[in-house]
């Protein structure tokens, strides 16, 4: 009789805690969510910030060449948008970033085109 007592005393702890367990998940969920709510406001208002940011600095972060003040190199765009080079290059290819070259036969893209672009992307993580 001792073990069964036992045993029944320890599911009804066992069914305790999970009940516990259950309370304790919804407050996390729920602070989660508020978490997550606080995280796409301040994301937002980042991202009305960075529309702000003009396309010119950029140039002067990455030390754009001097002569070419209308051109962007490929890491600069990529440095303005925070992403690699390659998915500028990407962009390129798809027609999505009309691409120049210099004399070169280097890549170039035109300061209106990427801040065209740039407004366009800033509007779509807005919505």
């Known amino acids: 009789m001792n073990v069964m007592t036992s045993t029944l005393v320890h599911s009804g702890r066992a069914q305790a805690a999970s009940g516990h367990a259950q309370a304790a998940s919804a407050?996390?969920?729920l602070a989660t969510a508020r978490a997550a709510a606080t995280a796409t406001a301040t994301a937002r208002a980042a991202a009305t910030a960075t529309a702000a940011v003009t396309v010119a600095a950029a140039a002067a972060v990455t030390d754009g060449p001097a002569g070419?003040?209308?051109?962007?190199?490929?890491?600069q765009v990529a440095v303005l948008f925070r992403v690699t080079s390659a998915v500028v290059a990407t962009w390129a290819r798809r027609g999505r970033l009309p691409e120049v070259r210099n004399e070169d036969g280097r890549p170039r893209y035109r300061r209106g085109d990427v801040e065209q672009l740039f407004r366009s992307e800033v509007a779509r993580r807005l919505r």
């Open 27 to 29: 407050c996390r969920g």
């Open 68 to 75: 070419d003040e209308d051109l962007m190199t490929r890491r």
